[in-house]
């Protein structure tokens, strides 16, 4: 099986947990069936390999979550990297391009694109096999998997089936209604539009070079910030007249906001934390290095992590956005391919930085203009090059470095580093790249 | 007027905001009139010095609290240290020996005790001068505050007066009954006892010398570890004829769980905090460096500091005692004489702590067996003395310390200091003090 998994941008809804560079599919909330602890993106490939071990798995996402992938999924994984939003037709079409022209994937193959965030079980993924198996036999060329509803939802499209048939056509596709109308679509035997289907590698790739000019792969994502942005569903969905839909009465839920993600957790509290006994339907995920006690709440979620703290009631909590609009801070913690940072004091003219390097992993070589800064290693063994020069470091070595200094650290083992940027401006944006001769 | 103010131990009841080494009266959490926020000590001796500005006010305390008293209160106010904790009536003979061996202030001069904790506006204060003087007058050797009940307390001792005048004999006193025992002495005229008192110096003095064998006030202090814990109540109050009770009317309020407490903040949020438009009766104190957010919630306490994070029903905050007796933890945070610390980072092996040194102060000269030390200078200036070497530092600047070498630092500017500590074995025990030679 072929498999695009869309990977969805960051959003705030999620908040303090997901921020502008970190998105809820990397959040590690749910449990292995070994108990410990994976992450949506995880959890999905987790899924997906157990149906079939063989499954071709490329997440379409944006630069900012590679290395968040990389580290949670491995080298195995393909990744097709939008390099900006476009919507979803230009994105599907460069995954789709991606799969042909640097997998090797046969143009008569299937393919199955599925959104990577909800919350679903083993028949899902069963599901999908079914799908890529209908797309691959050829009777449509688009085949559509329509989810049973549970509730009269606002949040989906529908679509009207022609029967109630496992498999049939499509009589209409209905965009967002009101729950007044969302269930007059349901007592028709509408169904949700869950944004999953599959297809024949060669019909998106047609319609792709149909509406867009490129040669292949590398010549579509070299243009793709001069494409249109223009969804799937209206580019070809709607127009397509060989179009089946496969009816899936399973688990299927959106995890968007904090109410629908704690409903999907398998443990009450995550990270450091206790709820005293009179607490009722109360979820805790503490990212931090502090206790968090709750005494006597109900349908309370609490959320700590380096970004902020959030108490909110659970049905109010999907209202949080405008509220985080308004908190206005830098990004306190990320993940990176070669470990992790976390920012740990903001100071007038200073700011410390915690830095882990994971294993056999190095930062890039670089240099900054208008900081200075102290590295003290404060646990495993490493190398540091500064201007060309190496040196092996270990615990409780100190390395200084000046402004225009071009720098780097090694990690041999697991390095951990408390670093000190000293200077008026401290940005982000202040820093040079440069190759490491070798 | 003398007063001699009993500022009681540590306690859990305020977790996060109190801890083993800091006390509820030290949160910065009410409002001068000109808008500054201020701890209970604080108030409580702006309130007396605006009511008698030559009061002579000495605070009765442990060893454990003179560092954030003097960063508080400054110089001025007298400190009766007590070794060790004997109950109160060594402890208010030990303060009074200290008025008159120390201060010199003359037996025949009227002392008022009153605890540093309740909530008090100024008729409290202006009170308090009557019932030094009413003791100054003679007409009886212990003069008592009896408080009017607004409620059935199960927390306070009882005075039933002989009448219903302004100042009376005292019939009965009653301990701490149940609800419905409350009630009845309240039917019956009772007052709280709230632990306000005046006497003459000699009173409690010669009270001492009969109950304690001691010469004067150092004497008293250094044999203080032998003393038998006992009450002022059971040592002396019970048992004096020549004692009279004033009645006080106005506000009283003891602060010691998070729902009195939050009843007495004048701002809803300390700290950086949001709560959006549908939180009802909701109080936030965060100490921590990170934005706090709460969404519909109602009657709820929040506190975030380095110790941890309490999010509780108002009501319920009273029962946190045993689940803050569960949480072992390194205290996190302190206030010194000479500034405070903070640790940001625990890893094995080290341990990353944030110096703030006050201008004009420094540490203790000393040295450490059993560990390395690293300090990057992030802001100010000042010298260290390191093995017997000064050297001027300013931001950025790098001290390294092995273990066994004796160092200090020392503040001529506000002085910030990241310090990492490495080494096996890290304990606040680990420390030799020396004498710095001039």
Tied chains: 1, 2.
Excluded at 63 to 72: E, F, K, L, P
Excluded at 218 to 229: A, K, W
Excluded at 323 to 334: C, G, Q, S
């Amino acid at each position: 099986m072929n498999i695009i998994l869309l990977s969805g941008g960051s959003g705030k809804r999620l908040w303090p947990l997901s921020n502008d560079i970190r998105s809820k599919q990397f959040i590690k909330i749910f449990k292995t069936p070994q108990g410990e602890y994976e992450s949506m993106v995880q959890r999905v490939y987790r899924q997906l390999l157990r149906t079939d071990k063989d499954a071709r798995v490329t997440i379409a996402t944006s630069r900012t979550q590679v290395s968040s992938i990389r580290n949670q999924l491995g080298e195995a994984v393909g990744i097709s990297v939008e390099p900006c939003r476009r919507d979803t037709f230009p994105a599907i079409a460069l995954a789709t391009a991606y799969l042909h022209d640097v997998q090797g994937v046969s143009a008569e193959e299937p393919v199955v694109v599925c959104p990577v965030d909800p919350a679903v079980e083993q028949d899902y993924f069963e599901a999908l096999a079914k799908l890529g198996q209908l797309a691959a036999e050829g009777d449509a060329n688009l085949v559509l998997m329509g989810i049973e509803p549970t509730y009269p939802s606002e949040k989906y499209g529908y679509i009207i089936p022609g029967s109630r048939d496992a498999v049939s056509g499509v009589k209409a596709f209905k965009e967002k209604p009101d729950a007044e109308t969302a269930k007059e679509y349901i007592s028709r035997g509408a169904l949700w539009n869950g944004g999953v289907f599959a297809y024949k590698l060669k019909y998106v790739l047609d319609k792709a070079h149909e509406l867009i000019d490129f040669t292949d792969y590398h010549d579509l994502f070299d243009r793709y910030e001069t494409l249109t942005r223009i969804s799937l569903d209206y580019a070809v969905v709607e127009k397509e007249e060989h179009i089946k839909v496969m009816r899936f009465n399973g688990q299927w839920k959106d995890l968007g906001t904090w109410n629908t993600l704690t409903e999907a957790m398998d443990d009450a509290c995550v990270g450091n934390a206790i709820q005293n006994e009179t607490c009722r339907n109360v979820h805790v995920i503490n990212e931090l290095d502090l206790p968090v006690l709750c005494m006597g709440l109900k349908d309370i979620v609490v959320s700590a992590s380096p970004e902020g703290i959030l108490v909110s009631d659970k049905e109010q909590s999907s209202y949080i956005k405008p509220y985080v609009d308004e908190i206005e801070r830098p990004v306190m913690f990320a993940e990176k391919s070669w470990g992790s940072f976390r920012v740990m004091d903001i100071e007038d003219g200073s700011m410390t930085i915690k830095v882990t390097l994971n294993a056999g992993h190095m930062m890039n070589y670089h240099s900054h203009k208008l900081r200075d800064e102290v590295w003290t290693i404060i646990s495993g063994t490493g190398r540091t090059i500064v201007d060309g020069m190496e040196q092996p470091v270990k615990p409780g070595d100190v390395v200084t470095m000046q402004a225009g200094c071009r720098h780097t650290i090694i990690a041999d083992t697991e390095l951990k580093v408390m670093e000190v940027q000293l200077g008026e401006e401290i940005s982000v944006h202040d820093k040079q790249k440069f190759r490491l001769e070798s």
